[in-house]
């Protein structure tokens, strides 16, 4: 059985390449393809990955730094992307590696962090973002965005089984694409030592861009000038949350991952604002120990459970400094209910073993599938065994 296994766009290691990262563990024969691959080599191991290959914006100018101005070829240039040499074809897609060109003897099973959010149902919040709300740049925007919606519905249909990350994405696939999803939750690497003692500071990490609302929590804890946040990550809001901050709140910057982490250790509490499609940070933090206090919307809702009666979290219903200080009061108000312990056992739901074990059932049952109907000429050798 030849595999080929086809991700968006490699530049750095966030979400979708920790996916990325096993899917590979679980075909290590597999051959990886992407757009473009600008990672370290650092990087590359930490993935698994050797060579990979690329399609023509390779060699586009700037495509580390600027890859999104290229967004009108990535559709051609992935369906140049040569798999007719393979059995097996697994995408990771947040954009458009879901739209492969694959023949009907192969099968092809799509991870789908999301659909392409800013073509989707948050174009109008990027394009406010972008400053392309009106003006000949918000025509062309607006355009360029109709025909992605038009490709990405026509592709979508290609695969042959669809896994969702969260059950937040699968209702977004199926009101987009009007496919079920199978739900697969991202792998998480969880916390190998215990608990850190708990320090008198709350923490957030993400990169600083508007619809991480990391603003909206900065401004809730100048409501709260007894008590102490943390920013981890850079971006392009830094320079202008650091000049309006109140005096309670630290500036970490770009952390590393190592210190991210005895961050988390060591906090109250970890707050999270963003409407994520799984929301990574949140179980990671968990891991660690932190209760979570977040945005009850998207993915938290799943990774935190019913924070109703829990014990590792609680949520704000609108990402504004006023509900966030309002939560925020209420657990420390109550802080003697939330346990580190449940926190800890809370995330090992969202294991790595536990992710393999379930993307290999889906695969090979539609694998399964397929040869049913008479539809693939292969067989893998567990299910033969079977």
């Excluded at 977004?172 to 690497?189: C, L, N």
């Excluded at 963003?274 to 949140?282: K, R």
Aim: proline share 5%.
């Amino acid at each position: 059985m030849r595999v080929a296994v086809v991700h968006d766009w490699l530049y750095v290691v966030g979400g979708a390449e920790r996916v990325l990262r096993e899917i590979v563990h679980c075909y290590p024969q597999a051959d990886v393809f992407c757009l473009f691959d600008t990672l370290s080599d650092e990087d590359r191991k930490f993935i698994g990955i050797g060579k990979t290959t690329t399609s023509f914006l390779q060699w586009a100018p700037f495509i580390r730094k600027m890859h999104r101005l290229y967004l009108p070829l990535m559709p051609l240039a992935i369906e140049q992307l040569d798999l007719s040499g393979y059995d097996l074809v697994i995408t990771s897609s947040y954009a458009v590696a879901c739209g492969v060109i694959t023949g009907p003897d192969q099968t092809h099973v799509s991870y789908i962090h999301s659909p392409m959010r800013y073509a989707w149902d948050l174009q109008h919040a990027h394009l406010r973002d972008g400053g392309y709300v009106n003006g000949p740049k918000s025509v062309i925007a607006r355009l360029i965005l109709h025909y992605m919606r038009i490709w990405d519905t026509r592709t979508a249909h290609g695969a042959d089984a669809v896994i969702a990350n969260s059950r937040f994405v699968a209702r977004r696939i199926r009101k987009v694409y009007g496919r079920d999803a199978h739900v697969v939750y991202p792998p998480v690497t969880l916390a190998q030592a215990a608990p850190a003692p708990t320090q008198r500071y709350f923490l957030t990490a993400s990169r600083l861009v508007p619809y991480k609302n990391v603003g909206a929590i900065v401004e809730a804890f100048r409501e709260l000038p007894d008590l102490k946040l943390i920013v981890a990550g850079d971006g392009p809001q830094a320079p202008m949350l650091k000049e309006a901050a109140p005096g309670n709140v630290e500036f970490a910057g770009f952390v590393s991952n190592e210190r991210l982490r005895a961050l988390m250790a060591s906090a109250r509490a970890f707050v999270f604002a963003a409407e994520e499609d799984f929301g990574i940070v949140v179980v990671e933090a968990m891991s660690e120990g932190a209760p979570v206090l977040a945005l009850g919307r998207g993915g938290a809702r799943e990774s935190l459970g019913n924070c109703a009666d829990s014990r590792v979290g609680m949520f704000f219903e609108e990402a504004t400094p006023a509900e966030i200080a309002r939560c925020i009061r209420a657990f420390v108000a109550e802080e003697d209910r939330f346990s580190r312990d449940a926190c800890i056992r809370r995330s090992a739901q969202f294991s790595a073993e536990r992710f393999r074990r379930e993307l290999k059932v889906i695969v090979e049952r539609t694998i399964a599938d397929r040869l049913d109907q008479g539809d693939a000429k292969w067989t893998p050798s567990s299910l033969a065994a079977g």
